[in-house]
């Protein structure tokens, strides 16, 4: 169980063009959602907390603008990065909080679940 | 900002303990350890959380000391999948945003 699936994997688009990833909690609600950017050979840098029915929490220094994110359900989060552009190449990784107790039988903690990631280029 | 140091890179011989360290002297009452890891383009997985006692399960054992101001993750036999980057976290329990390090890059080399 707690399995976090992305789509797409990899995606290729032309500067200026808008790009929607989903994130998707497959066997588990997940109020609070996670947006994670990562360079190559850089470590994940937090982009916004997102949460189920209300505006999603950026961290300093990311353009909420840009990044559109919408919670619509329990179990999915969308990431749009709008007008892209080269410099937003990157890997895009979600993870949602699991509810305590989910994992096994083992006890609350905040365990996060990650998807697999997606690849943006941006040409 | 992390509030954890951690070495940037250790070798392993396969079938050997590989031992991780990690730095959180600012480490509040309240916070946890925690360990991911994350194989070369993939999502972080979760290992091992603790508070303050030591912990184990069926993949790595975490030694935390009596100040709470470092750890220790154990992989007991590292095998050539364990290669990956490892990050120590420090986090409440619930519902926190995890900030991840640099990390530590285990090769596990045969």
């Known amino acids: 169980g707690a399995v976090v699936s992305q789509h797409p994997s990899r995606v290729i688009c032309k500067s200026g063009t808008s790009v929607k990833i989903e994130c998707r909690s497959l066997?588990?609600?997940?109020?609070?959602m996670f947006w994670y950017r990562q360079f190559p050979k850089q470590s994940l840098m937090l982009m916004a907390t997102?949460?189920?029915?209300?505006?999603?929490?950026?961290e300093q220094g990311v353009e909420k603008d840009k990044f559109l994110i919408n919670h619509a359900s329990l179990t999915l989060s969308t990431l749009t990065v709008t007008s892209a552009h080269p410099e937003d190449s990157s890997f895009y990784i979600c993870?949602?909080?699991?509810?305590?107790?989910?994992?096994?039988?083992?006890?609350?903690?905040?365990?996060?679940?990650f998807g697999p990631g997606t690849r943006l280029t941006v040409l | 900002d992390a509030k954890t140091t951690q070495p940037p890179s250790m070798d392993c011989a396969e079938g050997r303990a590989a031992n991780l360290p990690c730095n959180h002297s600012?480490?509040?009452?309240?916070?946890?350890v925690y360990w991911y890891r994350q194989i070369h383009s993939q999502g972080p997985q979760y290992i091992i959380h603790?508070?303050?006692n030591n912990e184990t399960n069926e993949m790595a054992s975490l030694i935390i000391t009596e100040d709470r101001k470092s750890s220790t993750l154990i992989l007991p036999h590292a095998t050539l999948r364990d290669t990956a980057v490892y990050y120590c976290?420090?986090?409440?329990?619930?519902?926190?945003?995890?900030?991840f390090g640099a990390g530590t890059i285990l090769r596990v080399k045969s």
């Open positions: 993870s949602a909080d699991a509810p305590p107790g989910l994992a096994g039988g083992r006890s609350s903690y905040n365990e996060q679940f």
């Open positions: 066997d588990f609600q997940a109020t609070t």
């Open positions: 997102s949460n189920e029915g209300s505006k999603a929490t950026y």
């Open positions: 600012t480490i509040s009452g309240n916070e946890y």
């Open positions: 603790g508070l303050k």
């Open positions: 976290i420090v986090a409440g329990l619930y519902g926190n945003k995890l900030v």
